[in-house]
């Protein structure tokens, strides 16, 4: 089992900040693919940000390109989501995944979650 907390979200202006930051406890955190995926009121959960074991390749949403970094320690047992120029329709529950094979943009091929942190983006 690995289990995943987030922390980092609140409310924040249009134009600001905020980093998102999961960290694991159970099984080696290096072996899994981490994701990060969010729900907005009303809206199925989407993709948002995947990176690989330890290569750190990466894969973004088309909507967050060139705004969000996704990052990982694994010595701190810890992926993170740097967000900058954040927008109002950022606003939702962002999840942490965990996959033990590969990285994808498929939630349903992610075999552990977290349980999320709000983000909120005023206008």
């Known amino acids: 089992q690995v289990q995943l907390v987030e922390s980092g979200g609140g409310l924040v202006q249009a134009g600001g900040s905020l980093r998102l930051s999961c960290t694991a406890s159970g099984r080696t955190f290096s072996r899994y693919a981490m994701g990060w995926f969010r729900q907005a009121p009303g809206q199925e959960r989407a993709f948002v940000a995947t990176?690989?074991?330890?290569?750190?390749?990466?894969s973004y949403a088309d909507s967050v390109k060139g705004r969000f970094t996704i990052s990982r320690d694994n010595a701190k047992n810890t992926v993170y989501l740097q967000m900058n120029s954040l927008k109002p329709e950022d606003t939702a529950i962002y999840f942490c995944?965990?996959?033990?094979?590969?990285?994808?943009?498929?939630?349903?091929?992610?075999?552990?979650w977290g349980q999320g942190t709000q983000v909120t983006v005023s206008s």
């Open positions: 990176i690989s074991t330890s290569e750190g390749r990466t």
């Open positions: 995944a965990a996959n033990q094979f590969f990285i994808s943009t498929l939630g349903r091929q992610y075999d552990y």
